[in-house]
């Protein structure tokens, strides 16, 4: 669970509280990760049919499944250490992403978190930091998107390289994972259960034809609401995906309740599972 902020009462005007500059600066990132998503948006909407059909595997994926602005999300609030930025289908089409989506938003946001840097008790962040497992905002943090450019693989995915990572500098959990494990140039290969724990899945990929036959997909899906409370889009659309094994199915309940912090920046979720593949299973 989050942490509840300390309330301290400000002398220079005499009614502000740490309560209060929490809430102003929640507010600030909301209407940051807003600018996100309509970037995304409208990137996403000047695509040519040729780049749209790259960027959906021929038509496999939808668009609303490439949107990016869950997993910042996910990261700025101390959940998921690192997250990959890709396009899979079309990687050519990323550093254009990048530089006119993501850059500007990473400038947006380390500016407020190094205002909480300045404005955090050094005794408050040591305190909150140990608690690992549970969402923090506001925080200090240092956002960083690197590419990929040593030559990487991992078991379900023939190559990285040209793909982004997005990760904190002032998380050292968070750095020293990515750097170690996905931009380190003398790094081949990244086994699954590594990538799970720095993407934060809670389940495991299938090692047998057998668990093969258990796969669950899980979709955690997002709406973001407008300063005014209106839904900014009529769909619900992918914050972030991962798939289990049925007998870990009672690790997403757990993992959602951490996840669903990100109501704080006015970003609704709920989760989708797709269990056709398992309900044909023999009951023990």
Not at 116 to 140: E, F, I, T
Not at 202 to 209: A, I, K, Q
């Given at each position: 669970m989050m942490q509840s902020p300390s309330r301290n009462t400000n002398g220079n005007n005499g009614c502000t509280s740490s309560a209060v500059s929490e809430h102003d600066t929640i507010r600030r990132t909301a209407r940051v990760l807003r600018q996100l998503y309509q970037r995304e948006s409208h990137w996403l909407s000047t695509r040519t049919s040729d780049?749209?059909?790259?960027?959906?595997?021929?038509?496999?994926?939808?668009?609303?499944?490439?949107?990016?602005?869950?997993?910042?999300?996910?990261?700025?609030?101390?959940?998921?250490?690192c997250a990959i930025i890709d396009f899979a289908g079309d990687r050519a089409q990323l550093k254009?992403?990048?530089?006119?989506?993501?850059?500007?938003t990473i400038r947006d946001l380390n500016a407020l978190g190094a205002a909480?840097?300045?404005?955090?008790?050094?005794?408050?962040?040591?305190?909150?930091?140990?608690?690992?497992?549970?969402?923090?905002?506001?925080?200090?943090f240092q956002l960083t998107c690197s590419r990929i450019n040593g030559q990487l693989a991992?078991?379900?995915v023939a190559s990285w390289t040209g793909a982004f990572v997005l990760y904190d500098e002032m998380w050292t959990e968070s750095a020293n994972w990515a750097k170690a494990n996905l931009l380190d140039p003398l790094c081949t290969t990244v086994a699954e259960d590594t990538l799970a724990r720095g993407l934060d899945y809670?389940?495991?990929?299938?090692?047998?034809?057998?668990?093969m036959m258990t796969i669950v997909p899980v979709s955690y899906l997002g709406r973001m609401k407008s300063e005014s409370g209106e839904w900014m889009s009529d769909r619900w659309?992918?914050?972030?995906?991962?798939?289990?094994?049925?007998?870990?199915?009672?690790?997403?309940?757990?993992?959602?309740?951490?996840?669903?912090?990100?109501?704080?920046?006015?970003?609704?979720?709920?989760?989708?599972?797709?269990?056709?593949?398992?309900?044909?299973?023999?009951?023990?």
């Open positions: 780049q749209s059909l790259l960027l959906s595997q021929q038509g496999q994926l939808s668009l609303n499944e490439q949107l990016h602005y869950g997993e910042v999300a996910f990261v700025l609030l101390r959940l998921k250490p254009d992403y990048i530089s006119t989506v993501i850059e500007p909480a840097a300045k404005s955090l008790a050094a005794a408050d962040v040591q305190s909150r930091a140990a608690d690992s497992n549970s969402a923090w905002y506001p925080r200090p991992s078991p379900e809670p389940g495991s990929l299938p090692t047998n034809t057998e668990d659309e992918c914050l972030t995906s991962f798939v289990v094994l049925h007998h870990q199915l009672h690790q997403v309940a757990l993992h959602r309740i951490r996840y669903e912090a990100v109501k704080m920046f006015d970003i609704e979720m709920q989760v989708t599972m797709d269990t056709s593949l398992i309900e044909n299973l023999p009951m023990d």
